[in-house]
């Protein structure tokens, strides 16, 4: 069955580096885009970094030049390093996969950014 797994949360302090993973299976990993979402404390998930299939990037005006996104289809998996973490990085992160006809989350990973 078609599952995403996060991986690679937990507790840093400001200023510090994590990263996350995102392992998939059960569907055609390649020829799908793939985003990492942040849902802040009380606050609605937004997108701060998306790939494509092509690897073309976007990214947040809030994470440019701190995280990086990438993808290896040989391991199926989807990358985000964090750099730089401040405290209002702090949330739950979440990979989705997603093409005109479908999309697939994630169960998502804490992150917390606190000394």
């Known amino acids: 069955q078609v599952q995403l797994v996060e991986s690679g949360g937990g507790l840093v302090q400001p200023g510090g580096s994590l990263r996350l993973s995102c392992a998939a299976s059960?569907?055609?990993?390649?020829?799908?885009?793939a985003g990492w979402y942040h849902q802040a404390p009380g606050k609605e998930r937004e997108l701060v970094a998306s790939?494509?299939?092509?690897?073309?990037?976007n990214y947040a005006d809030s994470v440019k030049g701190r995280f990086t996104i990438s993808r290896d289809n040989a391991k199926n998996t989807v990358f985000l390093q964090m750099n730089s973490l401040k405290s209002e990085d702090t949330g739950v992160y979440y990979c989705k996969t997603y093409v005109r006809w479908a999309d697939y989350w994630g169960q998502g990973t804490q992150v917390t950014v606190s000394s």
């Open positions: 059960g569907f055609i990993f390649s020829v799908f885009n």
């Open positions: 790939i494509t299939t092509g690897r073309s990037t």
